[in-house]
């Protein structure tokens, strides 16, 4: 039977030691017995849904596929494509499932050419999805209730995207330096506006959190860039570098311009840094990994600094509301010290190049987003040389 087929490839490959051997016996059980296919299929979305309910979002799961040695676009692939299959089974979806969805790679590429390549595929997938650990969980997994949210797009985070989008765009610093400036303006400028309606309403609202993915190369000043991010917009990240991703916990409003903001940020902190780079190589310069890193480091620590002026000025003529603005500070961090009980504060290695964190502060400058006074956030303290 098809079902005696499947425990028996797991049995080999799954349960027994990470074995080539072990995974060699177990696709060659499946390959030899065509009527398996739909059961290790269903197998595969059990799983999946097991790391759902074990914290796991359909990004988390991607990333990890792509982080693990050993696998390749094959396996992103299907796990694409059992995420899809599993998530068509709801109705409706959790907030930002969605997004993730979409983003996600097509689950209908090339198949392996033999039964052999397929079911090795999937059994080292299975392995992956199997053995992933319970991990802070950021909001609910199909099926369960979900308030579902407004229809459309509130017009201030229309109006942030659209600024974010221009200061991209341009290869004309000044420019990106205003529309930038203008963009955290209007994030401050939004959270203060929730936090009066849900106060005038007493509305029951709490903080929430959720997962932005952190990337290499350079994934620590990058882990470093979005808490001076979350810290400015009245949020907490605490980075996992194990899983490569920071949790962000703070007001749902707010959660949504951090995330805004961080992913412009990146890209305007690339183009910086090749425009950087392109200059270092004029001037007979090779272009070096500590540069980079050197660069981003400084980057991400003057940021948040200008981040927080922009913020704090408009709080500040907001006097009224700062014991409303208070609580919900609190609110954040109780919620944060709830979720991530034990933290530890990390610093910055590696930063040795003079030439790339002066041009890195100079470029966080010229985006209105820097000053030399500032540098210590959730993650830890950032200077050049610093271990």
Not at 18 to 39: F, Q
Not at 261 to 272: C, G, I, K, N
Request: with cysteine; charged share 25%; proline share 5%.
């Amino acid at each position: 039977m098809s079902d005696s087929t499947v425990e028996r490839a797991f049995a080999a490959a799954l349960y027994e030691t990470a074995d080539t051997r072990n995974i060699d016996l177990g696709a060659s059980l499946l390959a030899a017995d065509p009527s398996a296919d739909a059961e290790l299929d269903a197998r595969g979305r059990e799983f999946v849904r097991r790391a759902w309910e074990r914290g796991w979002q359909p990004a988390d799961l991607l990333r990890m596929v792509v982080r693990e040695d050993g696998l390749d676009d094959a396996h992103l692939r299907l796990a694409a494509r059992l995420v899809r299959a599993e998530t068509a089974r709801y109705d409706g979806l959790p907030p930002r499932w969605p997004a993730q969805l979409a983003e996600a790679p097509d689950g209908d590429g090339p198949a392996r050419t033999d039964r052999f390549s397929a079911a090795t595929v999937a059994l080292e997938l299975y392995r992956l999805l199997l053995r992933l650990p319970a991990i802070e969980p950021v909001g609910p997994v199909p099926g369960e209730t979900v308030t579902a949210p407004v229809a459309g797009e509130p017009r201030t985070l229309a109006r942030i995207r659209a600024l974010l989008a221009k200061a991209e765009a341009t290869g004309y610093p000044p420019e990106a330096e205003a529309l930038t400036a203008k963009a955290q303006e209007l994030m401050a400028r939004h959270s203060v506006d929730e936090a009066v309606l849900a106060s005038r309403t007493h509305a029951k609202d709490t903080p929430g959190a959720c997962r932005i993915g952190v990337d290499a190369p350079y994934e620590t000043a990058k882990a470093v860039l979005l808490d001076a991010v979350a810290t400015a917009n009245r949020c907490r990240a605490v980075w996992n570098s194990a899983f490569g991703f920071s949790t962000v916990v703070g007001f749902e409003a707010d959660l949504e311009v951090v995330e805004l903001l961080y992913t412009s940020l990146l890209v305007q902190a690339d183009s910086a840094m090749t425009r950087a780079e392109a200059e270092q190589r004029a001037g007979g310069r090779k272009r070096t990994k500590s540069f980079r890193q050197s660069f981003l480091a400084a980057y991400a620590h003057r940021i948040g600094t200008r981040l927080g002026e922009v913020a704090g000025q408009v709080v500040g003529g907001e006097g009224e509301l700062l014991p409303v603005l208070a609580a919900r500070d609190v609110a954040v961090a109780g919620r944060a010290e709830e979720m991530f009980p034990e933290t530890v504060t990390t610093r910055m290695r590696g930063v040795t190049d003079g030439a790339g964190w002066d041009e890195g502060a100079s470029a966080a400058d010229r985006a209105r987003l820097g000053d030399a006074s500032a540098g210590q956030g959730p993650r830890g303290r950032l200077r050049p040389g610093g271990g």
